[in-house]
C-alpha cells in the first residue's frame, strides 16, 4: 500500500466526502436509495469526528464519521479503487483508537449488508438486525459491534493490549 496519511476532514472536504459516497459500487442496484441525493456536508463534518485517508498525492481515498453520544460508527467509505489495499483496515484501526480516546468500550455499525464480510473481518461480532425503515431502507441492515479495547498505537500501527 502507498503511504496513505488519515487526518481530521474539514468542511472543505465535504465535496470530496460527498464524491466518494455517490461513486461507492457497492450502493448499486437494490441499494442505491440509500445515498441518493446524500451529501456530507460541511456542518456534518465540524459536528462530528469525521477522519479522511488521503494517498501521497492529496486525494481523498477513504473516510470515516463516529458518533461520540452513543457510540456508532456513522459512514465509512473506501473508493473503489483503493479497496483490497488495506485503506478500510487503517481506517477501522483508526477509529477504533478514537473510540478509545473517548472512553468508549464498544462501537455499534448498522451495516449495508455488502460491507457486513469486512466488518467481521475488521473483529466486529453480529448482535443483531435493524428492521427496513422505507422508503429508503427496505432491507434488514446487519447490526454489529466492536468491543474497544485497551490500544497503544505505535505509528500507524495499532497493537491490542489485552
Known amino acids: ?9 474539514t468542511g472543505m472536504d465535504a465535496e470530496g466526502l460527498t464524491a466518494l459516497v455517490q461513486e461507492s459500487q457497492a ?17 456534518y463534518i465540524e459536528r462530528h ?10 486525494q481523498l481515498v477513504g473516510f470515516y464519521s463516529l458518533i461520540l453520544d452513543p457510540t456508532e460508527l456513522d459512514l465509512a467509505f473506501v473508493s473503489d ?13 483508526h477509529m477504533l483508537d478514537q473510540a ?11 451495516s449495508n ?4 464480510r469486512f466488518y467481521l473481518r475488521m473483529g466486529a461480532e453480529r448482535v443483531g438486525v435493524v428492521a427496513p425503515t422505507p422508503p429508503q ?3 434488514e ?9 485497551r490500544q497503544r498505537v505505535i505509528g500507524t500501527e495499532v497493537t491490542t493490549i489485552r
Not at 441499494?31 to 451529501?39: H, L, M, N, P, T
Not at 489495499?85 to 481506517?91: D, F, I, N, Y
Open 137 to 139: 431502507v427496505t432491507w
Open 81 to 93: 479503487e483503493v479497496q483490497g489495499t488495506g485503506v478500510g483496515k487503517l481506517l477501522m484501526e
Open 49 to 58: 469526528q469525521v477522519f479522511a485517508a488521503v494517498d501521497a498525492a492529496g
Open 27 to 43: 450502493y448499486r442496484g437494490q441499494y442505491a436509495s440509500v445515498i441518493a441525493g446524500y451529501q456530507v456536508a460541511a456542518a
Open 141 to 149: 441492515r446487519p447490526e454489529l459491534r466492536f468491543v474497544v479495547s
Open 113 to 116: 449488508p455488502p460491507a457486513e
Open 100 to 110: 478509545q480516546s473517548a472512553g468508549s468500550t464498544d462501537v455499534r455499525v448498522v
Open 1 to 9: 500500500m502507498e503511504c496513505i496519511r488519515i487526518r481530521r476532514a
